[in-house]
């Protein structure tokens, strides 16, 4: 019995509890949080493939959209709300399969 629990925790330890694995070289900044007029999106994208930002208000409905096509590197992307609702927003980023949610507040 003994050699049999021995077997099995060699086995557990060896299988571990794997986490899925974070993409490093992946990122997703909203700043200032919370914004008031102007939300700034950083996106981390060392391998420079193309993405889309995507911005939810709080009705679920999309208020700005912007595309960044691959090999351009650009640090932050400026989106106005002047005059958008107050409220809870989701920063949808799709990049290479991967999809990045971030949410920011409007006040």
């Given at each position: 019995?003994?050699?049999?629990?021995?077997?099995?925790?060699?086995?557990?330890?060896?299988?571990?509890?794997?986490?899925?694995?974070?993409?490093?070289?992946?990122?997703?900044?909203?700043?200032p949080n919370?914004?008031?007029?102007?939300?700034?999106?950083?996106?981390?994208?060392?391998?420079?493939?193309?993405?889309?930002?995507?911005?939810?208000?709080?009705d679920a409905?999309?208020?700005?959209?912007?595309?960044?096509?691959?090999?351009?590197?650009?640090?932050?992307?400026?989106?106005?709300?002047?005059?958008?609702?107050?409220?809870?927003?989701?920063?949808?980023?799709?990049?290479?399969?991967?999809?990045?949610?971030?949410?920011?507040?409007?006040?």
């Amino acid at each position: 019995m003994r050699g049999l629990f021995a077997i099995w925790l060699t086995l557990f330890a060896l299988a571990g509890c794997n986490k899925p694995d974070m993409e490093p070289d992946l990122a997703v900044v909203t700043y200032p949080n919370p914004a008031t007029s102007v939300i700034t999106v950083y996106v981390q994208n060392d391998q420079q493939q193309a993405y889309i930002i995507r911005i939810f208000g709080p009705d679920a409905k999309q208020v700005a959209e912007q595309e960044v096509g691959a090999g351009i590197q650009r640090t932050g992307i400026k989106f106005d709300l002047e005059g958008k609702s107050k409220g809870t927003y989701q920063v949808v980023v799709e990049i290479g399969g991967i999809t990045l949610v971030r949410t920011f507040y409007k006040v």
